[in-house]
């Protein structure tokens, strides 16, 4: 089960997630969220190189934004087109705001540019929302999918058993402040969603 901490915005976070056995680091760099990383995301790279994926997080960007991250995977999570994507010429995840069935309509615009979908809640704004939404709409999708909204480390088994997805993606539910994540509750997270493994 591959595993996404993500709105990471210190260092030493970053560390504990990757010994925790995190997959992927998310950096936000979208300026409106809660979780943006202003000035930190060098010292954040620094750490997870070489041990985990970094993802970087943006809403409605400049190619040129993307450009200057120095991130593995770009994650957009804005009313960007397919064509955007494509152009970026980067690894590339799309998310997907998930209100019902039709939602996931999405998808077939974006095979072949994406390598990944993120489903999250449709909520208002673009993510982060803390909200879940019915993670049986991921079971049948023939696509990497990635499940977000509303984890934490007490109901990230039952999601996963529910979407059977490739990975998970928490943020809110790790934390014990916007951006400022509790160790303890990373390393119960990782642990719970492997536990989905066996």
């Known amino acids: 089960m591959f595993v996404k901490i993500c709105g990471v915005t210190r260092a030493l976070d970053a560390r504990a997630a990757v010994d925790a056995g995190a997959d992927a680091i998310g950096l936000n760099f979208w300026p409106r969220s809660k979780r943006f990383i202003a000035d930190g995301a060098a010292a954040v790279a620094a750490v997870v190189r070489g041990h985990a994926l970094l993802v970087g997080v943006f809403v409605n960007p400049s190619a040129a934004e993307v450009a200057a991250a120095d ?63 019915d993670w049986t709409l991921a079971r049948s999708l023939d696509a990497r999918v990635i499940v977000a909204g ?42 719970a969603a492997r536990a989905e493994e066996l």
């Open 71 to 133: 991130v593995d995977v770009v994650q957009l999570h804005g009313d960007e087109t397919p064509d955007f994507g494509r152009a970026l010429g980067r690894r590339l995840w799309r998310a997907v705001r998930v209100a019902g069935p039709d939602s996931l309509r999405e998808l077939e615009a974006w095979r072949g540019v994406a390598e990944a979908f993120l489903l999250d809640s449709a909520t208002p704004g673009y993510g982060g929302s803390g909200q879940a939404f």
């Open 150 to 191: 509303g984890l934490t480390p007490d109901n990230v088994g039952a999601a996963l058993r529910a979407a059977r997805p490739w990975g998970c993606d928490v943020a809110g539910g790790v934390e014990r402040a916007p951006g400022i994540k509790d160790h303890e509750r990373m390393a119960r997270f990782i642990q």
